[in-house]
């Protein structure tokens, strides 16, 4: 988890070198945003289950609200928005986009990560990829298909970045699903070989993407 935070908070520092805002969507218990706050950004959490908040406030100084506050935010306050595995399970995805794009700052950046079903191990589970998640995960997303919601928004995907240790932890899940355990041998396999093969197509697990905002 310490890793995640660390490659997370450099992954932001780097794509927004003078930001000094941070949200964070579905923010959970709060980890990121308490690393984020201590790296001097200051942060607002997004989280819809109670005792996920109550947890995320404990850490941030009360800076977690149900996804209410949304609508009360001042336009163009943001200089980064995150989405850690979370815009797979929002329901309205051009609504929250349109949101989204008014929150951030002229220049500013969306960070999504999500899951990819065109991955070498979502290939070899099929339906037993743990990737998939039904019935939490609502949809599921190619490279152009997240290009596409950014365009519709006049957004501009200018990166994407491969988050290598999923192919293992999602083939371990698929492995328990597909055969009732773990099977921590096979599943490193699974997960080496399609890290392998992203290389070459550039297909990973699951994906960063970088979304700039050139307009307003």
């Known amino acids: 988890k310490a890793f995640s935070i ?15 805002t941070l949200l964070d969507i579905g923010c959970g218990t709060g980890d990121f945003l308490k690393a984020a706050q201590k790296n001097k950004w200051s942060i607002i959490g997004v989280e819809p289950n109670d005792e996920a908040k109550i947890l995320a406030n404990l850490k941030t100084n009360n ?55 065109k991955s070498h191990d979502a290939l ?44 293992y932890y999602v083939s371990l899940l698929s492995e328990k699903y597909k055969t009732g355990s773990l099977n921590p041998l096979k599943a490193f396999w699974v997960g080496t070989i399609s890290n392998i093969k992203a290389k070459q197509n550039k297909e990973y697990s699951s994906l960063i993407y970088i979304i700039k905002n050139s307009t307003n």
Do not use: C
């Open 6 to 20: 660390n490659r997370k908070l450099r992954l932001i520092k780097k794509i927004s070198p003078k930001g000094e």
């Open 63 to 117: 800076a977690v609200y149900n996804i209410d506050k949304l609508e009360g935010l001042n336009q163009n306050s943001f200089d980064v928005i995150t989405l850690w595995h979370v815009l797979e399970h929002l329901p309205k995805i051009d609504e929250i986009m349109t949101v989204l794009k008014n929150l951030l700052k002229h220049n500013g950046v969306l960070v999504v990560a999500v899951p990819n079903y």
């Open 124 to 167: 070899y589970y099929k339906n037993f990829w743990a990737g998939y998640d039904v019935p939490r995960h609502l949809w599921h997303f190619s490279k152009n298909s997240i290009s596409i919601i950014a365009e519709r928004q006049k957004m501009e995907v200018v990166k994407t970045i491969p988050m290598y240790f999923d192919s």
